[in-house]
């Protein structure tokens, strides 16, 4: 046993990877087993992730979860800021702008409307549970506008961990909420083409909440709503650590 421990801690950064394939596939399998397919197996797996980092943060007395654990230790450079931000730029990467532009103006608006309704949102509730300093609020903010940004600001403003995780499961709230009630309100909302799926996507603005909603809606849909969830995302990257936090800042001082 200590043979195999020392050849994982020596190979943190593969093993890593490991842990998250096979987290991958029990997810993947209890997504289809369990929910049919209405709540997407990236969304049981976030929660997985956070029960782990909470149960290794409570063993260890630590602030980085199972990264705290020796073995475990790769995590902590696979869920860095690093390899965390080439993930988002690859994303963005692979959206074509020219058919963004294909949902016109309607897009566009539901784009700038998501990001900063959700943020509002996020910054207001945080408030209410006693948060006052501009980096928690535009961190929770963030969160509130889909779980990817919410980290990356609070790295960039420098909130801390505590806060940072809260962005995380606000954002987690919201995508799972999207994945599940997208099929019942579809019909009351007209939610059936693709100019439709793009203004959605654009509103709700989590990739995986609107992928999942969409593919129990109408899976012809899916790739309409993801690729304005995918713009949502990135706007938000560039708008909650800066115009977003520097007018927090020029409000609360």
């Not at 093993?15 to 049981?44: D, N, P």
Request: net charge neutral; aromatic share 6%; proline share 3%.
């Amino acid at each position: 046993m200590e043979l195999v421990a020392d050849i994982l801690e020596r190979n943190g950064l593969v093993f890593a990877f490991v842990v998250v394939g096979a987290m991958m596939m029990i997810s993947g399998f209890l997504s289809r087993k369990l929910t049919r397919g209405r709540l997407q197996g990236s969304a049981i797996a976030i929660m997985l992730g956070l029960v782990l980092a909470y149960v290794g943060g409570v063993n260890t007395g630590g602030e980085s979860g199972l990264a705290d654990i020796a073995i475990f230790s790769g995590l902590g450079l696979m869920g860095g800021a690093m390899l965390r931000d080439l993930a988002i730029v690859a994303t963005a990467y692979g959206v074509d702008l020219q058919e963004i532009k294909k949902s016109g103006a309607a897009g566009g608006l539901s784009l700038l409307l998501g990001v900063i309704v959700s943020f509002i949102v996020g910054a207001l509730v945080a408030a209410a549970f006693g948060y006052t300093d501009p980096a928690s609020l535009a961190t929770i903010g963030s969160g509130a506008a889909t779980y990817i940004v919410g980290p990356v600001t609070g790295t960039a403003v420098g909130a801390g961990s505590d806060v940072i995780a809260l962005s995380v499961a606000a954002g987690l709230v919201k995508a799972v909420v999207v994945m599940v009630g997208t099929p019942m309100i579809a019909p009351l909302i007209g939610l059936n083409n693709p100019k439709s799926a793009m203004a959605f996507g654009g509103l709700m603005g989590t990739t995986s909440g609107v992928a999942g909603g969409l593919a129990a809606t109408d899976k012809r849909l899916v790739p309409y709503g993801a690729m304005t969830a995918t713009f949502y995302t990135g706007l938000a990257c560039l708008l909650g650590p800066s115009i977003f936090y520097f007018m927090l800042r020029m409000m609360l001082g």
